[in-house]
């Protein structure tokens, strides 16, 4: 089947310098040449050409990093998901992470709007010894009717493996026409919700207090939780009212972790 977007890069160390050594796209998908921020390691923007995604849309990316490479992976804009009477858009990603490497996925949220169908898969083999900072946010768009949750559904499945072993397996279905998404358990008032998914070596013994200090100035605007994982790892959830409240809380995480690794806070510099 024809893909509308494809994308592919690795990521290789050259010395103490990780290096974008091969990259691929074709279709909606483009990337921007890599921006070093920091001396030594790499952030790529994808762009996506067409303007939005539409019904029958399919995208892939494949990201590669070897061993020790280190970079982090963003988007131009939002992801804007219009209506698609006929087909869902389908979106999925493969990554590998060898030992020693470190990745930071921090993409802009998926903006569904009315008559939305969205389904999104991602596949993340990794080392141990690896790190990995995976994050998603899932906005809803404008409707004339000015109510939100009027797309039709959201899927996004994730699946987290180590040296070969499923270790974690995530899966949201948001379906407003059959679930009353406001309610107990649920979103529980809120409009946007964030994930946020932390597996290294380096996360240490203390990290749920470390966590608690980051998420409790933002208690009054927002629900969170968070749970460990069995491979060195934490999995965050993030319930808001505004994008730029979760935006602002993964990058906090991320440079909470970063700073583990004794790296510099991320940039992102879009804006």
Known sequence: MSMTGTLRMKAVCRGDKTVVADTYFDGAFKVARPVYFQENEPTVYSLHVGGGYVGGDRYHT?????????????????????????????????????????????????????????????????????????????????????????????????????????????????????????????????THVGSLFIISPMLGQDWQKELEQILAPYEDH??????????????????????HVIEEIILQCANWMRRKLDQEPVQLRKY
């Open 62 to 190: 494949d990201v590669v990093l070897e061993q020790g490479a280190k970079m982090t992976l963003t988007t131009q804009s939002a992801a804007k998901v219009y209506k698609t009477p006929n087909e869902p858009v389908y979106q999925s990603m493969a990554v590998s992470l060898a030992k020693g490497s470190v990745f930071l996925y921090v993409p802009d949220p998926l903006i569904a709007y009315e008559q939305a169908r969205f389904q999104q898969e991602t596949i993340i083999h990794m080392e141990k010894g690896a790190t990995l900072l995976y994050s998603d946010s899932i906005t809803p768009g404008w409707s004339k009717s000015g109510h939100p949750f009027q797309y039709e559904w959201i899927r996004s499945k994730l699946k987290i493996y180590e040296d070969g072993s499923l270790q974690m397996y995530d899966h949201l279905f948001l379906k407003p026409n059959h679930q009353q998404l406001f309610s107990l358990m649920q979103m529980e008032g809120y």
């Open 222 to 243: 927002i629900r969170s939780g968070f749970s460990e994982l069995k491979n060195s790892g934490c999995a965050i959830r993030i319930l808001a009212n505004a994008s």
